[in-house]
């Protein structure tokens, strides 16, 4: 069974940084483009970031392009979100997502990821 866990969301102020960490189980991590969405209250989930399997190639939404970091540690199955500067439009429930064949044109998309989390929250106060 295959299970993507997020976790490390929460209420923050603005202008401060956050770690989102999503642990994955059931899946060869390694062989893995992870992917971080986001779903703000009331819009459409939208792309953040994503990392390749070797963690060499990474791609950001324009949102957050400059304010965050992807990165992955493949001995630990988990992929990690930084995100800094955080401003109250960064609030949203954030979803990691693994896509086992994925090109590097449609990282943003979530049509390829087969496998998705539960999500977790971010709430940023001003």
């Known amino acids: 069974q295959v299970q993507l866990i997020e976790s490390g969301g929460g209420l923050v102020q603005a202008g401060s940084s956050l770690r989102l960490s999503c642990t994955a189980s059931?899946?060869?991590?390694?062989?893995?483009?992870m992917g971080w969405f986001r779903q703000p209250p009331g819009k459409e989930r939208e792309f953040v970031a994503a990392?390749?399997?070797?963690?060499?190639?990474?791609d950001y939404g324009n949102s957050v392009k400059g304010r965050s970091t992807i990165s992955r540690d493949n001995s630990k199955n988990t992929v990690y979100l930084q995100l800094k500067s955080l401003k109250p439009e960064d609030t949203a429930v954030y979803y990691c997502?693994?896509?086992?064949?994925?090109?590097?044109?449609?990282?943003?998309?979530?049509?390829?990821?087969?496998?998705w989390g539960q999500g977790t929250q971010v709430t940023v106060s001003s």
């Open positions: 997502a693994a896509a086992t064949s994925i090109s590097s044109t449609t990282y943003s998309t979530e049509r390829p990821y087969n496998y």
């Open positions: 059931g899946i060869t991590f390694s062989r893995n483009v």
């Open positions: 990392i390749s399997w070797s963690g060499s190639a990474t």
